[in-house]
């Protein structure tokens, strides 16, 4: 049995890809390039996002601070249609019921995720939001492993839910255990390169977690 399971935010708990994916390419037709599909976005998918953006445009010499906000724009316009991860609820209220303490690390802003989660009805399933300040999606391994070792949580009894590799790479800065979903951003192929479990539903969390 787990004693606590740090969730990912974006592409885990939130199903989120494919409005992502429309906002990057609604910024390309604003200057005028060709349009990524799903692949192409795994592929390119990385942390920190600016290092997305740099392979997108193929140039380090870009004003990070005005594509944040042109996703950020375009990402507000499409939130009223983004759902939860099918059995995200479930699946939280299954380890609620279990006793374990559910964490959010993300790199996502945590004012905006904070206000997400009481907006989907699920803030009572958590114990913290642990996010970033700002909308540049950096790393969260230094976050997560300050609040582990504040917790004094036992990595044995630990667990990571994500969808990137930066979720695995997470995982294994705390030396915990790791379990990647493959409907987020970066896809069945890329994840099963980590050797970790790659589930294709949260549905398949409650054979995990017993």
Partial sequence: MYDVVFWDWNGTLLDDCAAS??????????????????EEYYLLMDTPIMKFY???????????????HSFQTSYEKRLKKIKLMPFAREALSR??????????????????????VCQYGIRGFFEDIIGADDHKAASKIERAAQYFNEKGYNKNRAMMVGDTLHDFETASALGIDC??????????KILKKCGCTVIDSLYELSVIIK
């Fill in 95 to 116: 380890n609620k019921n279990l006793g374990i303490e559910q964490v959010i690390v993300t790199s996502a802003k945590a004012d905006a995720v904070e206000r997400l």
């Fill in 21 to 38: 994916l429309s906002c990057v390419n609604e910024m390309l037709d604003e200057t005028g390039e060709s349009h990524i599909d799903l």
């Fill in 54 to 68: 740099t392979g997108l445009y193929g140039t380090n010499e870009l004003d990070f601070d005005k594509i944040s």
């Fill in 179 to 188: 379990v990647l979903i493959t409907k987020g951003h970066q896809g069945e």
